[in-house]
């Protein structure tokens, strides 16, 4: 085996004295770039169990401000504890931008309150988002399991901007039950809806998502009815298929939507129990 691999290099590898071998100084060298190979197959095959095990990667994420700003950090945090070779990024834009920036390539996936129709993307409902009553701790509205739209109507309400998609969904759960609500604070975030109400300033509706972070001694969140809610979009590219990461990712963050859907589920008999809602 010995000669054999001389003859293919072309010159000695050993000396042979006394029944013994010593290496020439091409057969050092030989050895040095051989282990300089060897090392490198073995970081090659440690990156390769790596990703295969979803330890190393790197996830850009495009999603608009109630979903980026409180909700996926919190979300994202418990995923990278688990994986801390993995690089991420999140960008803010409002919906109606993350199709344009989807289409530059700067993100894996993105998440949109709007669908879009655009050839370059695949865009799938992804979750439907309720809207929930913030609360200040101590508000006599706290000690109901599921809030009339029509007694919310009656409080100081802070509302989110005319711009943010959700205030469509939420003018029309009034209509539906008759009232007309004339805000005495608009804003343009549900964290900043939130800190407002934190500070004894109103009550809003904010989506559920928005509810994380915040402790009860912070707010109460209750579930209204009926209850407004919004469809959000996934966005990815059409023809790229998503990274076992990504997808990994958008499972949490799915299940982690269920949990907070299920938790503002109000029950049939608090329902039940409510005023009938007028017919038009």
């Given at each position: ?70 909700f996926l950090p919190l979300i994202a ?80 309400f802070i509302s989110l901007g005319r ?118």
């Amino acid at each position: 085996m010995i000669r054999g691999f001389e003859d293919s290099c072309g010159f000695a590898l050993f000396k042979r004295a006394g029944g013994r071998l010593h290496p020439t100084s091409e057969a050092q060298r030989l050895y040095l770039e051989t282990e300089k190979l060897l090392t490198g197959v073995a970081r090659v095959e440690n990156i390769a169990r790596s990703i295969r095990e979803l330890e190393r990667g790197e996830i850009a994420v495009l999603a608009y401000p109630a979903f980026s700003l409180r909700f996926l950090p919190l979300i994202a945090s418990s995923f990278l504890d688990a994986r801390p070779d993995v690089r991420l990024s999140i960008e803010t834009r409002s919906s109606r931008a993350i199709y344009e920036s989807m289409l530059t390539g700067v993100a894996d996936f993105g998440i949109s309150l709007i669908p879009t129709s655009h050839s370059g993307l695949d865009c799938r409902i992804f979750r439907e988002t309720s809207m929930v009553c913030a609360l200040p701790p101590g508000h006599p509205l706290a000690r109901k399991p599921v809030i009339d739209l029509r007694e919310i109507a009656r409080e100081r309400f802070i509302s989110l901007g005319r711009d943010d998609l959700s205030t469509t969904v939420t003018a029309e759960a009034f209509r539906q039950v008759g009232e007309d609500i004339d805000p005495v604070i608009r804003v343009q975030m549900a964290d900043t809806a939130c800190t407002f109400v934190a500070e004894g300033q109103g009550v809003a509706l904010v989506p559920a998502l928005a509810t994380l972070g915040w402790s009860e001694e912070q707010l109460t969140f209750r579930p209204v009815w009926p209850k407004p809610a919004k469809e959000m979009w996934l966005y990815t590219r059409t023809h790229e298929p998503l990274s076992m990461l990504s997808g990994l990712l958008l499972t949490q963050i799915r299940e982690e939507l269920d949990r907070i859907e299920a938790r503002f589920r109000p029950a049939p008999e608090a329902v039940a129990a409510l005023p009938p809602l007028p017919i038009y």
